[in-house]
């Protein structure tokens, strides 16, 4: 499983890439929006970071299979790295046909079900984002949906969209996303952050500077 980051914050965005571990970003109208910056010139900074997948949504207000188009084909044209973010709606469906007939990637956010994961991969999507945390939210297992989208898409090969496990919210989603065959998991910075902490890795770089020191001195003392 490869990661991305779901992140509309430079700084995030480049400590992740710096550490190597995020081959991609996920951005959506909220995350870019809370950063308070032009959602145009984020996405352009983002892609001069990350030299990957990075999805830029079309705007909520864009409901019309035309309008979705209309502006997909300016998201993908700010850089070759570009996804669309299309929401799963019938007119969505419309728009993501269209843009993959122009070579246009998209990734159908908003994925709460496998038929709607299905719809999409038939429609032409590259990606599918199914929602796992919001998911849990209300009670339903998240990690069962990505479980049956990964089943469906093994059974019939010749479907080459990605799945693209969203909603992450803690390190345990990671792990299950992994086993449950998602192609990636595009993991909020703190939840990275998460994962590569260990009390055990602390402890044992304290008892590292503790010996050394005993022996050898601290440097600079
Ligand atoms: O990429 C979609 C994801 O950001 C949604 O996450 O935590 O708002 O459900 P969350």
Redesign the pocket.
Known sequence: MKFFI?SANLDEIRSAAEMGIVCGV?T?PS?IAKEGRDYVQTLKEICEIVDGPISGEVSPFSTTAEEMVKEGREIAAMHPNMVVKIPMTAEGLKAIRVLNSKGIKTNCTLIFSANQALLAARAGASYV?P?L??LDDISQPGIDLIQTISQIFTNYPEIHCEIIA??V?NPIHITDCALAGADIA?VPYKALVQCLRHPLTEEGLRKFENDYAAVFGRPNA
Do not use: E, H, P
């Open positions: 779901d996920t959506n995350l984002s929602f945390g919001r969203a909603s919210r595009t």
